[in-house]
């Protein structure tokens, strides 16, 4: 078939077509080429290479061009053409965006720590991503195309949950699954599934697993941390500081403000009792502290102080390192104690428990409420005496509301409740803890900064501070490391660029730029320098010469010569 007839044909069906000399000129371009090629009619004549060079390449593997941004063409395999110009060659090629943007994706999926299954509408496996081969122990072209269900065999009784995830449209989290698979590789893990749903068609599921091995290995390793803390907490030598107390007390919150004294007053009076504290307040408002402050006013204050932040661990994880572990409980667990045990008599502190997931709250209120725990995988129920504090920088109601805090789980954590405020409502602490930051920077750094000038301090009482007090702390620390060793004041120039307002910003921008560079002869520079200077001086004077002479230093008459050689009017320049 002749050359321009498979072009013709080829343009009809969306597949670009072009006719390449020997030397890499475009000789002809069918429609459909030159719609993926962005060409708007002025490819011929152009050589290839400055366009796509790859389409001059042929390749058993796909090799994609980027024409323009999200605009990826590849090249087809070529038919026998009749009609050439001598020396000349028929390059086939297609839109290859989706193409290319699934091997981009392929590899981001590969490059994941988590292991990760994607299978089809009928549960079929169609991606065993690289992590998940090497936890499973398979290779994905075994397995691809074969039903989920006879690849993996759930252990105790369970079902595999991707025919339920297929069936509901419903997303499965943080379930824990052991399985066999069919190459007889035991695996334990946890695992989210969801469903694959486009346009209300469910196109299949995924499931992102870890290895509970890896995460069981973190949590012993924190629970045989805490166990050698706790035994060096209590082995009855004296010691300076308890490796599990609190650090902070209520002399070490630095305020002079009304709003903070009346904080500090119920907080104070809350440590006298052992009922559940809850402590809301934004990021950066200082919300540990406050716990410490309570623990260490405490009865309990030689008892331990642990701290766990509930929103940086998976809720099966958080499970066993709140309650605790027996010999047995899953593959290789062994009897552990949880962080209630090792409380025991002391303070437990829940920092985010708005992130705790709603079911494991559900087993928090038990304990709660009747003081005891069970391990998980035990029987055997352990009396605890812990006090909680929680930590939260959610509005309480507001994460109700939204389904993230149980109801009946607040009102057992927050039978006090404490709201830490926001810096913005404490101005008149700003300046004092700006100073103490600068004298804790000073020790730290081996500086000698005197203090901060009123200037900064302006800036400081009109930011909204978002951040809060750890915010303001972050502003002097950035300050001092970059304040020159010549400077001993802070000046807005010092600080973060999004503290400063925009006039400010603008003249420290200014300021820093390099003065105008000097060009012409010199007597000119000189002239104009002397003239700006007369002027100014004219200016500060009211236009009085004698005024002027002195702050120039100079005689009267000397100025005033100078004044008629510019032509320069005393009275205009005043003004």
């Known amino acids: ?41 002025k490819l011929v004549g152009q050589q290839l290479i400055d366009i796509a060079g790859e389409l001059g390449q042929e390749s058993n593997k796909p090799v994609y061009t980027c024409v323009e941004f999200d605009h990826y063409v590849t090249r087809c395999t070529t038919p026998e053409a009749d009609g050439l110009p001598d020396g000349a060659q028929l390059i086939v090629f297609r839109n290859a965006v989706d193409d290319a943007c699934h091997d981009m994706l392929i590899s981001v999926v590969n490059q994941l720590e988590e ?67 069919r190459f007889g590789h035991d695996v334990d893990i946890v695992v ?43 082995n009855g030598r004296p010691t300076k500081a308890k ?10 919150i630095i305020h002079i403000s009304p709003v903070m004294d009346e904080l500090i007053a119920q907080c104070q009076q809350a440590a006298r009792s052992n009922s559940s504290v809850m402590i809301y307040g934004e990021t950066g408002t200082g919300k540990e502290l406050i716990a410490h402050s309570i623990h260490n006013a405490s009865s309990r204050a030689d008892g331990p102080f642990l701290a766990i932040n509930c929103a940086a661990i998976p809720e099966n994880l958080l499970e066993s390192l709140l309650f605790g572990t027996e010999r047995g409980a899953y593959t290789g667990a062994e009897s552990k104690p949880g962080l209630f045990e090792q409380a025991n008599h002391g303070t437990l502190l829940l920092d985010e428990v708005n992130s705790m997931n709603i079911n494991l709250q559900a087993k928090l209120l038990r304990v709660l409420q009747d003081k005891r725990i069970r391990r998980v995988g035990g029987t055997e129920e352990i009396q605890v005496d812990v006090r909680v504090i929680s930590n939260t920088n959610v509005p309480p109601y507001q994460a109700i509301e939204e389904g993230k805090l149980r109801r009946d789980l607040f009102y057992r954590l927050g039978v006090v409740s404490i709201t830490a405020p926001p810096l913005r409502e404490r101005p008149e602490d700003i300046r004092l803890l700006a100073n103490s930051f600068c004298l804790k920077y000073n020790e730290e750094f081996h500086r000698k900064v005197s203090g901060i000038d009123e200037k900064t301090f302006s800036l400081f009482q009109n930011y909204s501070w978002p951040g809060n007090v750890r915010e303001l702390q972050h502003a002097i620390e950035h300050a001092m490391n970059i304040l ?92």
Request: proline share 5%.
């Open 192 to 234: 989210n599934m969801y469903p694959i749903v486009q346009n209300g068609q469910v196109l299949g599921a995924s499931s992102i697993m870890q290895d509970w091995r890896t995460l069981d290995l973190l949590r012993k390793q924190i629970i045989d941390l805490q166990d050698q803390l706790v035994e060096q907490s209590s």
């Open 484 to 575: 020159p060793d010549t400077q001993s004041v802070i000046s807005p120039k010092y600080l973060p660029r999004h503290i400063l307002d925009e006039d400010t910003a603008k003249q420290i921008v200014k300021e820093l730029q390099p003065p105008p560079r000097l060009l012409g002869p010199l007597d000119d520079i000189i002239r104009k320098f002397e003239y700006d200077a007369i002027f100014q001086a004219l200016k500060d004077a009211g236009g009085n010469v004698s005024e002027a002479a002195r702050i120039l230093q100079i005689d009267r008459q000397k100025l005033q010569y100078r004044i008629n050689r510019y032509k320069i009017e005393p009275e205009a320049s005043a003004k």
């Open 243 to 252: 490796p599990l107390s609190a650090h902070y007390r209520f002399h070490d």
């Open 1 to 41: 078939m002749n050359y321009q007839e498979i072009m013709t044909a080829f343009s009809q069906s969306g597949i670009g077509a072009l006719v390449l000399s020997r030397d890499g000129v475009i000789l002809s371009v069918n429609e459909a080429g030159d719609r993926l090629l962005c060409g708007q009619g």
């Open 115 to 181: 292991a990760v299954i994607l299978c089809d509408e009928h549960g079929r496996i169609y991606l065993v991503n690289d992590a998940a081969e090497k936890m499973d122990a398979l290779v994905t072209q075994d397995v691809r195309g074969m039903p989920v269900s006879e690849v993996y065999f759930m252990r105790d009784g369970e079902e595999c949950g991707t025919p339920q995830v297929l069936k509901t449209t419903q997303a499965i989290l943080n379930r824990r699954q052991s399985y066999t698979t």
